[in-house]
Nanobody, 126 residues
Framework: QSQLEESGGGLVQPGGSLRLSCATH????????IAWFRQAPGKEREGVAS????????NYAESVKGRFTVSRDYARNTVDLQMNSLKPEDTAVYFC???????????????????WGQGTQVTVSS
């Protein structure tokens, strides 16, 4: 059973915003790196952003820098992805993934991650 569960996906118009949450059941977040990936139809899965609690480091794909923000909600024990100024090319299934330890360079390589959620659909369309 996955320890990760995504929520918050949906349909939004271009220019709109969505906030995704990754619930991390049973994980001690202080000891993990959580990353967000996405996979659009017909495309490979790609890294979107990552959050490392130790030192609160974040990383972003170039395509989302300045629009997306990844953060930790300590009260809900989630890692959230705030997505603003959404574009049709952001349409994809979004996944969160976890790996124990701090990951800096190379965070975007999905092979690193052992735990994955089931994904949540984000559709940006008018």
């Amino acid at each position: 059973q996955s320890q990760l569960e995504e929520s918050g996906g949906g349909l939004v118009q271009p220019g709109g915003s969505l906030r995704l949450s990754c619930a991390t059941h049973g994980l001690f977040l202080d000891a993990y790196t959580i990353a967000w990936f996405r996979q659009a139809p017909g495309k490979e899965r790609e890294g979107v952003a990552s959050y490392t609690s130790s030192g609160e480091f974040t990383n972003y794909a170039e395509s989302v820098k300045g629009r997306f923000t990844v953060s930790r909600d300590y009260a809900r024990n989630t890692v959230d992805l705030q997505m603003n100024s959404l574009k049709p090319e952001d349409t994809a299934v979004y996944f969160c993934a976890a790996i124990a330890g701090s990951v800096g360079s190379g965070w975007e390589f999905e092979e690193l991650y052992h735990n994955w959620g089931q994904g949540t659909q984000v559709t940006v369309s008018s």
